[in-house]
């Protein structure tokens, strides 16, 4: 009897000590969060950011010494934001009290906020081919991402494919970390990309970053109009095949770093019940989404690079700080505009070539996580998202879609947000997490009290 009081209080202490309070809540730590974050705590509110990772600055900042981000981490510091870092948003309680949950390395985290902030930034998208599925075979951004993390890629062989204004960037990146990159394999064609380079002369900074990578990339072929159709090997990648046309080739390498665009983070906008427009959240002119309060920024809306989601970023920011905010964030509305204009540009001319839906064949797996091939898939015709992963598992396995739902929602013509899952919890979490997240709801419903 005791025993149990005793367990009683310490549950009741929890639930206590995971509740937290703020006027301004944002989700995400990469440009267009810390931007967010620093305008609405400049202007007096009080601001909590949550992001999944151990270090803020989102895919292009993170672990990296650039000016731009310290100035911006500065700033927020300066404002008095409080970072919790390693807290990844897994579910949302939005009726009348707003309670996001997260998990951290201590437990669950649950802060109650009126108006939040999302900012998710986007992943890459990843289309499946024979051999994809190999060790060696990764992401553009992936590879990146892991020479970030201290793998040595110091004379590897390395194959950069697929299609975007990153595989350049990861090019030139790895180049300088000591690889061996034998081709940049870019799927659109010469034609569209020069009427892009042309268009850049409306936007000279980003002309001058794309000016700044070409020392690193001299002498690095690059193919524009060029796939990678298979992959190939045994226990991991020896080499891959290429088109071009009607010609197609071998390069042998150790990595294949292969992306085709990115496609937003539209989990928790989905499960929040924000509208999605044309495959990203749908938002008016303050990035307020269509639930009064929640706010979308960055990528989550378009992706046209770090610009637009620092602008977008502090529009949120602004608008969420309410009245006091509001006219600093319409003299930034001209910026935004003009970046806007420079990311319909850039999906126009990396939009992907229908010939790349047939690049699975029947035999190739296109959900690793439930071992799904394709011919499995097309013997069903499955008519929706729905009705594939109800007949056969695919979507339904660790990663709940979010590298087959792209690539499916690409080939079939599917809706973007159809492919999104949403039921909570958006990411595997522990046993105990789920259990506080239960309790700390019914404390939330119950009481005002919380930590601050
Ligand atoms: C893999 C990859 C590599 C890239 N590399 C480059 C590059 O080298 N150069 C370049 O110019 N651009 C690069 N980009 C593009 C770049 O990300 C954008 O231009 C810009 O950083 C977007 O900023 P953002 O704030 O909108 O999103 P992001 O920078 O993506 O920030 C979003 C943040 O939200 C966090 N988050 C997402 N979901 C949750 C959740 N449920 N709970 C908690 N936190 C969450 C993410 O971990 C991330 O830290 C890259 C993009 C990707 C996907």
Known sequence: ??????????SEEHRLETLRETEVLVIGAGPAGIAAACSAAECGRRTIVLDDNPLPGGQIWRGKEDPNATKWLSRAQ???????????????????????????????????????????????????????????????????ALVKGGLSIEGKRVVVAGSGALLPAV????????????????????????AFGASLVLRPS??????????????????????????????KLISVTLRHGSRTWQVDCDYLACGYNLVPNLELPVLLGCAIANG??????WQESSLPGVYCAGELTGIGGVDRSLIEGQIAGYAAAGKQGKPKAQALWPQRQALCAYAERLDRAFALRDDLKALATPETIVCRCEDVRRAHLDALAPGSWRMAKLHTRCGMGACQGRICGPAMSFIHDWPMESTVSTRPPLFPVRMETLTAAGLTERTAEKTGEVNR
């Open 78 to 144: 300066r404002a008095g934001v409080q970072m919790i870092h390693e807290a990844q948003v897994f579910a949302a309680m939005m009726n009348d009290t707003r309670v996001v949950m997260a998990e951290t390395p201590d437990g669950l985290c649950a802060v109650r906020s009126p108006c939040i902030i999302l900012a998710t930034g986007a992943r890459e998208r990843f289309l499946p081919f024979p051999g994809w599925t190999l060790p060696g075979v990764t992401g553009a951004g992936g590879l990146q």
């Open 280 to 285: 990203y959240a749908a938002v008016d002119e």
């Open 171 to 194: 090019a030139a990146y790895l180049h300088e970390h000591g690889a061996n990159v034998r081709l940049v394999a870019e799927q659109t064609s010469w034609l569209q990309l020069i």
């Open 1 to 10: 009897m005791c025993g149990q009081m005793h367990r009683g209080q310490k």
């Open 206 to 235: 980003v002309a001058m970053q794309g000016l700044g990578l070409i020392p690193q990339l001299l002498g690095i072929p690059y193919e524009a109009g060029c796939m990678v159709t298979a992959a190939h090997g045994e226990a």
